[in-house]
């Protein structure tokens, strides 16, 4: 083979390599950003309160920030508290 073939052949494999590598780091950091909000629930405290019903005065306490999915509840299966340790036990489709 000629030696520019060769200098040709290396430069495309070199070109497409780095379209590989772009396109992988890309993919990479596609799931990283589309699993953080499953990964990451955001953790709200609680000032303690008096509850007017009752009277009865709750503790403070931390949960999970309000939003619309079940997924990163602590009581949802599959989930742990953090502060406690306890596992989740409510079903996600209920």
């Known amino acids: 083979m000629p030696y520019f073939y060769k200098a040709f052949f290396n430069i495309n494999f070199l070109k497409n390599m780095k379209k590989l590598l772009i ?53 949802t299966k599959g989930n742990i508290n953090p502060f406690t340790g306890k596992k989740g036990y409510k079903n996600v489709w209920n």
């Open 23 to 75: 396109i992988i780091f890309a993919f990479g950091l596609l799931l990283n950003f589309s699993f953080s909000n499953i990964a990451e629930a955001r953790t709200v405290r609680v000032r303690g309160y008096y509850r007017r019903t009752t009277g009865h005065y709750v503790m403070p306490h931390y949960r999970t920030s309000p939003n619309k999915t079940k997924w990163d509840n602590w009581s």
